[in-house]
């Protein structure tokens, strides 16, 4: 679903109208149901403060009928459900009861002791008045020994009921604001919002490329303002893309004319020295009187520059016409481990370099898997020409937040700081011999495959070449 800003401006005013009336309702109901159960409580504490001070007598003497006169007395308010007596011994004297069935939310007991209290201490009891006065019972305070002990079990469900008729009509209340607020939002969205989608639409006309695109002024206030500004921009951009078509035709030609040159220079270079060896070479075996050993070793000469040249050819046609890649499920670790194989170290490159693998247990990709046997093998081959003497050579997988990354580290002589922003470039090389095309070629293929490249100094000297690609889901 596409979100619209009038949509959006209607649900935001409608959430904010929502949210401020229920955070109100939730403190003004948190605070009514303190004040409602704290209410509650002193109502029910003094009820039956107002009990054990009336059954002092009958319960020293244990009368029953005056004990459960008085009991009776007390069941008539409404949230009293049961009564409980006992002697000073925990004994149940009396107990008496609605007998209705309470949930255990409903349930509010209170216990309290009954003092003997001396004469002189004791009011009238006769009246067996027990109901709640407004302003208190005032008696004093208890002194004497214990006697025994009441306990009551009131029921909360009439406030249970008032705070759930509070929470229906605030939910009522807060229905009706909501309604009125996305009302009022649909007002000022169309009055506001509709002429910004205007320009938004003439501005996506042309992004598209409709220069002639305008729009009406309906209106004086700033939003007039806005629509006639934009109608000068769009004139303004259409002259302006005139005069910068032909600038960058101008400096399309010049560069294109300019990447020829460098391109050919090198191609050029590259291919003379080359050349230049096999043409020496043929012209001795053209000789009668050269030995079979002097051939042998021509041949061998001409061999291994056809192959320089091959591999040069191959560079410049992978970099300037890369072939899309060909996604398929690949085990990276298995990959890591034919280039190592197969990185034809020499037998002296052998004595002074250790190669080493340190492998996750899952390392799957979804990649070219040709274009990353090149990618290591050209970061490999880069590896053991930085090493001079003795160094190592490492390569890691891991895995991390949903991606494979592919190390290799090496303890040569490093990167100059100077240069480190131009390895990446086409042509830029070090080396005395090279095309200066391998790392732009490796970019290229991570890229082209959803990955990322970076190269960081490695802690102790040398270089640690990082490659993030995306894990394949199972």
């Known amino acids: 679903m596409k979100w619209g800003l009038n949509l959006k401006f209607i649900c935001y005013t409608v959430f904010i109208v929502v949210f401020i009336s229920l955070v109100f309702s939730v403190v003004f109901i948190f605070q009514s ?64 009861g609605k007998h209705r069935r309470l949930m255990p939310w409903h349930k509010e007991i209170i216990r309290a002791p009954v003092y003997f209290s001396p004469e002189e201490q004791r009011g009238p009891t006769e009246d067996m008045h027990l109901f709640y006065d407004a302003e208190g019972v005032a008696h004093n305070v208890p002194s004497g020994p214990i006697i025994g002990s009441i306990e009551v079990l009131f029921s909360r469900e009439g406030i249970i009921r008032r705070l759930n008729a509070m929470r229906w009509w605030i939910f009522v209340a807060a229905t009706i604001a909501a309604c009125i607020g996305g009302i009022a939002a649909l007002y000022f969205s169309r009055t506001l919002i509709l002429p910004i989608q205007r320009l938004a639409r003439g501005t996506h006309a042309i992004a598209r490329g409709n220069w002639d695109e305008r729009l009406t002024i309906g209106r004086r206030d700033e939003l007039g303002q806005l629509t006639e500004a934009f109608n000068m921009m769009a004139a303004s951009l259409k002259e302006h893309k005139a005069q910068l078509e032909h600038t960058y035709r101008e400096l399309a030609l010049r560069e294109t004319m300019a990447e020829i040159g460098k391109f050919s220079m090198i191609i050029a270079h590259e291919l003379k020295n080359p050349l230049g060896i096999i043409k020496g070479a043929v012209d001795i075996l053209a000789k009668n009187n050269i030995s079979p050993h002097m051939k042998e070793t021509m041949i061998g000469y001409i061999r291994d520059e056809v192959r320089r040249l091959n591999k040069q050819v191959e560079d410049f046609l992978a970099f300037a016409r890369p072939a899309p890649p060909q996604k398929t499920k690949t085990d990276m670790n298995e990959l890591v481990r034919t280039v190592a194989m197969r990185s034809a170290l020499s037998d002296e490159e052998k004595t002074r370099i250790g190669l080493e693998l340190k492998l996750c247990p899952r390392a799957e990709v979804v990649v ?15 590896a053991v020409q930085a090493i001079n003497g003795t160094g190592t050579i490492t390569m890691k997988t891991t895995c991390e937040h949903g991606t494979v990354v592919v190390t290799i580290e090496d303890t040569g002589c490093g990167i100059s700081p100077d240069i480190k922003e131009k390895i990446f470039e086409p042509f830029f090389t070090t080396k005395s011999q090279g095309t200066g095309l391998g790392l732009a070629i490796v970019k290229k293929f991570i890229e082209s495959n959803g990955g990322t490249v970076t190269i960081t100094d490695r802690a102790g000297g040398g270089t640690c070449v990082r490659l993030t690609l995306p894990v394949a889901h199972v």
């Open 33 to 96: 149901r303190a004040a409602l159960l704290q209410e509650f409580n002193k109502r029910a504490t003094a009820l039956v403060q107002n009990l054990a001070y009336n059954i002092e007598v009958p319960l020293l003497i244990e009368n029953r009928e005056a004990l459960t006169e008085l009991a009776q007395n007390l069941l008539k308010e409404e949230s009293v459900q049961e009564i409980k007596i006992y002697n000073k011994d925990n004994v149940i004297l009396l107990s008496l």
């Open 368 to 382: 070219d898997e040709n274009q990353m046997y090149q990618v290591l093998l050209n970061l490999i081959t880069n």
